[in-house]
């Protein structure tokens, strides 16, 4: 299955939440990737301009849309970005593409 990774932040009424009643919230994020038929790799808590980071694995990438939106529509972030990751396989299969490609990208002209 194709693997994703999402970042975010928490809006600062969700922070205060966290601070005034420490919770887990892995099982959460674990249930709606489940829900979306995919499987939650790792969740983090980090330090930076994001508050949390997971990696995921989804049958598809409107599953992934999917789990995106349903979670961007909790309201429960300020930010929320999810993108595509590469095996190191699927990448130098990306590469041979590339090479083999006859067409070159013209780029615009004035």
């Not at 919230?25 to 979306?36: G, I, P, T």
């Amino acid at each position: 299955m194709p693997h994703y990774i999402s970042q975010w932040s928490f809006t600062a009424a969700q922070v205060k939440a966290l601070v005034d009643n420490p919770q887990d919230r892995e099982s959460a994020a674990r249930q709606l990737v489940e829900a979306f038929g995919g499987r939650l790799l790792c969740y983090f808590f980090k330090i930076g301009e994001r508050d949390g980071l997971l990696i995921s694995e989804f049958p598809d990438n409107e599953s992934a849309v999917g789990c995106t939106m349903r979670a961007g529509a909790s309201g429960a972030f300020a930010a929320f970005e999810s993108r595509a990751l590469l095996t190191s396989t699927e990448a130098q299969q990306a590469m041979q593409k590339a090479k083999t490609t006859s067409v070159a990208y013209r780029p615009p002209s004035g």
